[in-house]
């Protein structure tokens, strides 16, 4: 360790071991999941980076949304996503999150993620390689130390926001609002 | 392949047959002799079904369903003739109100074709135990495949309008100002 | 005893893909299965009619993520029987090499993740190391890791560069030496014969009546493969055995793709030996935004690492094809098979008899 990392974990030692222990959800979300069991494995070792993958929801940190979204899909991701407790994370892979990628006149998948749960970052790529993850993590770590990546900080202030983009696609939604009201 | 035609039409009629140089049998009917066709078949030992399709002919307003049968191996060890044949039936059947009778009595791996169909271009199959939505989530006017369902208008329409959030903040503030 | 609904969701530690299966389970024991598919579902078929010819071929190769090579070979046969073309001598044998070096991958990602989902972690680990030299291969040929992009109609995109026959062989003596290792500590031993033996049995009768293809029909006793059937590429060139075990639960299954494995492995040395020396690979195709393909419809087949793959083409002499329809061999597993082979197991072994099966989600849905 060198003196500036000293100077940052005696300022704020939470969010020093948050940074580098990320716990990611094992949700194969999309086509990206073919370049994830490489990272985990021995050749392109993760754990070097703290890394690791988890079961559930509520144990994890980091989550991965590997390519396009279809409108099934959804549902489970803001389901898992309100789950998962705070500070959290998301990142994105590809160009299919952004604007609808090479499915953009495809009548299920969704054409801009950003509207339905926040996004703190992209990575570029189809599919990205395992060195492109990982350069991925360590950019997220400059965010998180310039205080940049709060998405979920995001999400709390304006959940109503959020809540009728999600109602206006799908109709009704059969799980209660997360946050409670704060206009009223 | 030439026995095999002299057989069927023997017994059926109002048939047509083509036969292509690849092994390929081309068979055009009417909707009512389909199943005893199919039946035939299987008991010959064509008893591989290997898709049930759909053509939508939307200038002359009809739908055109296609069945593709193949044979599995009659032995274990060698190659027969019969393994190469391939035999695409087809009928025709009007657009409006289209429904047609199922074939899971002949052929057991047939009922998710037939609710994908049911899902994708709005054909009903009679008899059909469960004809709920395989993979779809929303609610659609126009089932998606048919030729008259434009993708692009529908996403604009649907995707195009919903908009970000800092949109959505500035439009609150507009309004309470 | 009561009734309990579960459901084995798209977030699971069992589950490879994102697919889910609601079971109706009394105590241990599962009463009812019900497939529910439809998270990767992008509309293909819609997607294909809206473009080119020359279009489609770079969107094909999505529909299955972990061995697309096949995917663009039925597309490319397809499209040469109709409109007629015809391939050169050196092409088709790229082709078959192309095809066996996927084949190969792909059963090394299914064996990761099912000794993975049992417990044996070291062999995952040296599966995933082996695909990797697989994919680096891939990459020097083709430019890209995942999605290859190199079976086009009328050929292939480009010649072996220089060198390229000499890395091949010594890859593939590196994962042949490890051959006996895999054994000693997978296949002979006796925790994995106990945990997979008469696990979701399968008669012959009931395979064929469900429409079963692949090596779930070759754990049963039958030698049905497209590759004797009907040759295309240059398979009738070549003679190799195709491995068939009795039984039909998940330990034969298992072992079958063993036995194709070290198959392919050896039919790759004779391809390469037998491959003519200069020729073109691929023969002139018209401009692509105006090729226009006369009218007809066509049905061609292929054996791809999972089963008998098709498709079921028709043009109306336009720029675009009229209807494209995909016949998978997951989409009878997935949803037929699976269904009926489930009732009367344990909820501990589904994650068991969904990954012998080699269901992949992205292929049902399309």
Known sequence: ?184 | MEELKKNILSIFNDLEIYIRKDNRMFINTKKETVLSLLSYFKNSGYDHLGLISCNDWIDDSKFELVYILSAYMANDEEFQEKEKRIIIIKTRIPREKAKFITVIDIFENAEPYERELHEMFGIKFEGHPRLTPLFLELKYETPPFRKDFDTEKYVENKFGKIPTIKERKNNQKNERT | ?366
Request: proline fraction near 5%; charged fraction near 25%; include cysteine.
């Open chain 1, 1 to 184: 360790m060198d003196r500036n990392q000293i100077g940052k974990w005696l300022k704020n030692p939470g969010k020093m071991a948050n940074k580098y222990s990320f716990h990611v959800v094992y949700f194969c979300t999309g086509c990206g999941i073919i370049e994830i069991p490489p990272s985990i494995t021995t050749r392109w070792d993760a754990e070097r980076f703290g890394i690791i993958p988890v079961a559930t929801p509520r144990q994890a940190n980091l989550f991965l949304i590997t390519g396009y979204v279809s409108t099934k899909t959804l549902k489970a991701i803001i389901r898992t996503y309100e789950q998962m407790p705070e500070p959290k994370y998301t990142v994105a892979f590809g160009s299919c999150p952004i604007n609808g990628g090479m499915y953009y006149d495809s009548y299920n998948t969704i054409k801009s993620l950003d509207k339905y749960i926040p996004v703190d970052g992209y990575i570029a790529g189809c599919m990205p390689r395992p060195e492109a993850i990982f350069i991925g993590v360590t950019h997220l770590w400059k965010l998180i130390d310039m205080d940049k990546a709060d998405g979920y900080k995001r999400y709390r202030e304006d959940y109503e926001f959020y809540r009728e983009n999600q109602e206006q696609l799908f109709g009704e939604l059969d799980w209660p609002p997360l946050f409670k009201n704060k206009s009223s």
């Open chain 3, 1 to 366: 005893m009561r009734e309990l609904e579960l459901y084995f969701g798209p977030q699971h530690l069992g589950m490879v893909g994102n697919f889910s299966i609601k079971l109706k389970v009394e105590g241990d024991r599962i009463i009812k299965a019900d497939a529910n598919p439809g998270f990767l579902h992008r509309g293909f078929e819609k997607l294909m009619e809206r473009r080119t010819w020359m279009q489609n071929f770079p969107l094909v190769c999505r529909i299955n993520v972990v061995e697309p090579d096949h995917m663009e070979l039925v597309y490319s046969m397809g499209v040469e029987k109709l409109a007629g073309i015809e391939v050169p001598e050196r092409g088709k044998y790229i082709r078959s090499i192309c095809c066996e070096l996927a084949r190969v991958g792909s059963h090394l990602f299914g064996l990761w993740a099912y000794s993975n989902m049992l417990g044996f972690d070291t062999v995952a680990q040296w599966a995933m190391y082996h695909r990797d030299l697989i994919l680096d291969l891939f990459e020097e040929l083709t430019g890209a890791r995942v999605y290859h992009i190199y079976i086009r109609p009328g050929g292939v995109r480009r010649d072996f560069p220089d060198g390229f026959k000499e890395k091949v062989i010594e890859t593939l003596h590196k994962i042949g030496g490890k051959v006996p290792d895999y054994n000693a500590t997978f296949f002979e031993n006796s925790l994995f014969k106990k945990r997979a033996e008469g696990i979701g049995k399968l008669s012959r009768e009931e395979a064929k009546s469900m429409g079963a293809v692949g090596h779930v029909l070759k754990a049963t006793g039958m030698k049905y493969d497209i590759r004797k059937i009907e040759p295309y590429a240059v398979y009738d060139q070549v003679d190799f055995n195709i491995p068939t075990r009795e039984g039909g639960d998940a330990y034969s299954r298992l072992l079958t793709i063993r036995d194709e494995m070290i198959e392919s492995v050896h039919m790759i040395f004779k391809l390469i030996d037998k491959m003519p020396d200069k020729g073109k690979v691929y023969t002139k195709t018209p401009n692509p935004f105006k090729w226009n393909i006369p009218e007809g419809e066509v049905y061609v087949r292929c054996e791809s690492s999972r089963g008998e793959l098709g498709l079921y083409m028709v043009s109306d002499g336009g720029d675009k094809p009229y209807r494209a329809h995909f016949n998978t061999p997951s989409y009878n597993h997935g949803l037929t098979v699976l269904e009926k082979v489930l009732v009367g197991e344990s909820v501990s072994d589904v994650g068991n008899i969904m990954i012998s099966l080699y269901v992949v989600a992205p292929e049902i849905d399309r």
